[in-house]
Every structure is written in structure tokens, then in C-alpha cells.
T-cell receptor
Framework: DAGITQSPRHKVTETGTPVTLRCHQTENHRYMYWYRQDPGHGLRLIHYSYGVKDTDKGEVSDGYSVSRSKTEDFLLTLESATSSQTSVYFC?????????????FGQGTRLTVV | AQSVAQPEDQVNVAEGNPLTVKCTYSVSGNPYLFWYVQYPNRGLQFLLKYITGDNLVKGSYGFEAEFNKSQTSFHLKKPSALVSDSALYFCAVRERGEGDYKLSFGAGTTVTVRA
């Protein structure tokens, strides 16, 4: 398995509180992604990064921010958690060195906002 | 904008029968296409990919997929399904080209293989 660690794996938080999820990789891959998975919606891209301090928005970025200060870490922050952000969050990494490579996924973080 | 459609929420087949999971895509240019599988309470596992060349690509666990440019489809197939193939399958697309590495997924298809 690719060296991707998501923390925490499970979290319950209250509405209105900030929450930070961490993705750590040991593969030195350039690209990192945060997705959320909800029934009927598949995986929807929240934010992604194409290098240290280089990030861009995905299709469902409202209410989320990210930071990447080191190649190996990509943090996802819910600025003020809402019940609609209850979901399973997946981090993914990929690289491209002259040819496309597939993305590798972490095990996911189950977040419940009460 | 790129997108992926998986028209079937569920596919049910008997063990030993052929399995097909459908996927169509939309991108501005040429696509890179992927299939992933997800088992309960697990992350996504890569199955196979189409980059260029032969339209029929082979992947893990006996799966294959056929790229059809005219129909913008990338259907996943397995000649003889196993009960252990029961899982959630996702198709994904990325547009070919530098500078954009967004990877977009379909909504997923739940495959159930009955013994």
C-alpha cells in the first residue's frame, strides 16, 4: 500500500467548531487531493495541491480551506463545522513523471458533526 | 469542465456470469481514464487505467476495460464474476495535458455477485 496516513480516522465534533484533518504521505508525490464521499454523490473534490503552498479549489470547496507547508502534509480545515459536512473524507496522492500514474488513497476519516 | 457518469447505481450478477459496469465521460480534450474499487470501510484501490494505445486495457483481479472514443465510454468488464468481486466501483477521468491534475469521479456502482 502507498504510504498515506490520515488522522484522525474518526471524529465527532459540534456544529460551529473548527476541525482539521491531516493527510501525511511518505511517497514524495507532488499532487495531493481531498475528497468527500457521500451516498449517491461518489467522491467529490474539495481542494487539491500541485506543490508546496500551491493549492486550488475543487467542486465543493465552500466552508473548507487547505494548507500545504511541506511536501508530505496536506491539511484540510473546516472553518466552522456544519451538519452538512458530516461525511467520509479521503486524501489521495499522485505523481506525473512523463506519464500518467494512478492516484493512491488513504483509508479515510469519518467525520460526524452534531 | 470534466465529468463522469455511471448510469447504474447497482449491478447484480450470478457468480460465473460476465460482469459489466458502465461509465461515460466528458472532457474538453483527450482523457486519462481510471477504474477503482472500494470494499466496505476501506479506501479506494486502483484497478486499471487507460492512457493511450490499445483500447482494451487489462488490470487487477481479471478485470478489463474498453475505451471507446466515439461513444465516450470506458466500461469495466470481467468475463466470469466471483462473489468476492462484490464491492463499490468508481470510474474516474482526468483531462490530458499539463497544469490540470483534477481527478473527477462518478457516483459509483454497487456490484453484487450472488453465489
Amino acid at each position: 500500500d502507498a504510504g498515506i496516513t490520515q488522522s484522525p480516522r474518526h471524529k465527532v465534533t459540534e456544529t460551529g467548531t473548527p476541525v482539521t484533518l491531516r493527510c501525511h504521505q511518505t511517497e514524495n508525490h507532488r499532487y495531493m487531493y481531498w475528497y468527500r464521499q457521500d451516498p449517491g454523490h461518489g467522491l467529490r473534490l474539495i481542494h487539491y495541491s500541485y506543490g508546496v503552498k500551491d493549492t486550488d479549489k475543487g467542486e465543493v470547496s465552500d466552508g473548507y480551506s487547505v494548507s500545504r507547508s511541506k511536501t508530505e502534509d496536506f491539511l484540510l480545515t473546516l472553518e466552522s463545522a456544519t451538519s452538512s459536512q458530516t461525511s467520509v473524507y479521503f486524501c489521495a496522492i499522485s505523481e506525473s513523471r512523463g506519464s500518467v500514474t494512478e492516484a493512491f488513497f488513504g483509508q479515510g476519516t469519518r467525520l460526524t458533526v452534531v | 469542465a470534466q465529468s463522469v457518469a455511471q448510469p447504474e447505481d447497482q449491478v447484480n450478477v450470478a457468480e460465473g456470469n460476465p460482469l459489466t459496469v458502465k461509465c461515460t465521460y466528458s472532457v474538453s480534450g483527450n482523457p486519462y481514464l481510471f477504474w477503482y474499487v472500494q470494499y466496505p470501510n476501506r479506501g479506494l484501490q486502483f484497478l486499471l487505467k487507460y492512457i493511450t494505445g490499445d483500447n482494451l486495457v487489462k488490470g487487477s483481479y481479471g478485470f478489463e476495460a474498453e475505451f471507446n472514443k466515439s461513444q465516450t465510454s470506458f466500461h469495466l468488464k470481467k468475463p466470469s464474476a466471483l462473489v468476492s468481486d462484490s464491492a463499490l466501483y468508481f470510474c474516474a477521468v482526468r483531462e490530458r495535458g499539463e497544469g490540470d491534475y483534477k481527478l473527477s469521479f462518478g457516483a459509483g456502482t454497487t456490484v453484487t455477485v450472488r453465489a
